[in-house]
């Protein structure tokens, strides 16, 4: 399949997104500092990274509010207390989940908000409901994108349906998401082709998101830009849940666009990711994580044995192949 | 560029090179106890694995012998106390690395040997010493392979003339090796198609060796792979100089051959590898290592910042590009 781009040009729709507070909040329960999430926005504008997503839009009748920081909420407040009006070339995102958020209370006209971009996550199974927030939130003023989780489980007439319905939406982007870290290049580059096929026919861009379980996320996310992929998901440190995610710090590595630059990270990060690892929050790449991938399974498993720092690997393969 | 077989099928032609003891050994300085060496000689025959790599000849008059330990040097007696007669399916490797061997004194006749392939290790300024290796070995009746290192620092012309001269040798392999960690999957491809050109028109094969600084190190291989390359190195766990190799762990997963089980490994690793990272032995991805491979630079200046633990993440990496 045909590539865009080179090595050593750049395209200008290629857009990074930072998922740290959302997507590393799934490890600390959303417990930043103030100044973690700061100076992690200056750094995130100074870098030229495009839009920083700073976490969930979780509906508190769902979620205990004491037992999470704030970013599980992202209340209008909270975000303007770190942003004020924004005057930066950074754009903001939320994430909305489906039957997890009261979209219709929760999120507020775009122009009293501070956010810019509301990225609906669902499973292939409850599009119409994602569908039903893009509608809602496109109304309000918001960009919006449709995030089809744990996609290496579902099929491809599924997806291609999906795809379809999300093609006659208002939603802007259509993600591509490997939430257990189990695709390889070559299955990221045929999703990426029928991704585009659709994304293309309907003027919608295409975004991918890996997780790092095979330590193929930046491979996944560098692959999928080849193919011609424009949204790239990153976190510093790949912070994020399990295995974690592409970094950023590889990510603008790769990146030629000028307007990238990694200083403001590797400064970010000798602080603020050096502190954050010393509190004894952990994620990353482990064996436990690399069989849940290569097996095509949720994380959970592997988060447990993480936890109890397990190293009878041998028994957590058979449990595994045992479950179901 | 064609691909070469497909996610479910597999290709007999595919081999995997076990070099756990070579280039792990370059973070304890070869010194294996021998329970370790002969745990991992019988999990690899147990795994399928198609090739062992023991370590380096090299010559005692240029390595002090009290310096390391007996990998360095390979001595026929400690490969066969190790393994016998070899009554496996399992081949023997070591590596003879150009201007550090005394190959006419220390490499014996493959008859009297339990060696059967040698691996020459060369940068590309020095194939014509390569060759000369490469000869005296298949004269003695082994099988070669010129390994050239370093190669995202070699020209394209450079690169063409060097496999031209291997072609017409008798090596039976020719390696891509990225001693960096430097390559990304595109460049892989261009360099599979060029070796694959010339190994194809002289009826030999070609391998890759990787390097995990950016966390491409299992990507590159199954990218090489999967456009023609044949002969994959691995070590468990990644073991080896600086940020590490392709795990054996990550590409048995990935390969379909049923002569390939993961099991032995698993239990290899529960026990030994945890056994030796107890004892502090330490490699693997970290931030200066992803920096030097970015900057397509010799890893030596980030091994350096690791045994210091440095997290000035920014200092050394203005060092980095300071430096030359």
Chains 1, 2 share one sequence.
Request: hydrophobic residues 40%; negative net charge; contains cysteine.
């Amino acid at each position: 399949m045909a590539k865009k781009g080179s090595l050593l040009s750049f395209r200008p729709d290629i857009k990074v997104v930072d998922a740290t507070i959302r997507d590393g909040g799934l490890v600390n329960d959303f417990r930043f500092t103030d100044e973690f999430v700061k100076e992690l926005y200056r750094a995130n504008a100074a870098a030229g990274i495009d839009y920083m997503e700073f976490g969930y839009k979780a509906s508190k009748d769902i979620f205990d509010e004491n037992a999470f920081g704030e970013w599980k909420f992202c209340e209008e407040d909270s975000i303007r207390r770190i942003v004020g009006d924004n005057d930066t070339d950074m754009k903001i995102a939320v994430m909305a989940d489906v039957g997890r958020c009261n979209y219709k209370r929760d999120i507020i006209n775009k122009a009293d908000s501070a956010i810019d971009l509301i990225r609906v996550a669902t499973y292939i199974n409850t599009i119409p409901a994602a569908l039903k927030i893009v509608e809602y939130c496109h109304n309000l003023g918001y960009e919006t994108t449709v995030n089809i989780m744990a996609i290496s489980n579902a099929r491809e007439t599924e997806i291609s349906e999906a795809l379809e319905m999300i093609g006659n939406s208002p939603a802007d982007g259509i993600y591509i998401v490997d939430s257990y870290g189990a695709l390889y290049m070559e299955e990221i580059e045929v999703l990426t082709e029928k991704y585009l096929e659709t994304a293309e026919k309907f003027g919608k861009y295409v975004g991918i998101h890996a997780h790092n379980n095979q330590q193929l996320s930046f491979a996944n996310t560098i692959t999928a830009l080849t193919h011609g992929v424009s949204y790239l998901d990153a976190t510093v440190c790949g912070m994020g849940r399990g295995a974690g995610n592409c970094a950023s710090e590889q990510l603008l590595g790769f990146l030629k666009n000028p307007k990238y630059d990694i200083i403001p990270l590797l400064k970010f990060m000798e602080k603020q990711m050096e502190l954050i690892k010393e509190q004894g929050v952990e994620w990353g790449y482990n064996i436990p994580y690399l069989l849940t991938g290569q097996t095509n399974r949720h994380p959970r498993s592997a988060i447990s044995a993480t936890k109890e720092k397990r190293t009878d690997y041998l028994n957590f393969y058979l449990e595994l192949n045992d479950k179901d």
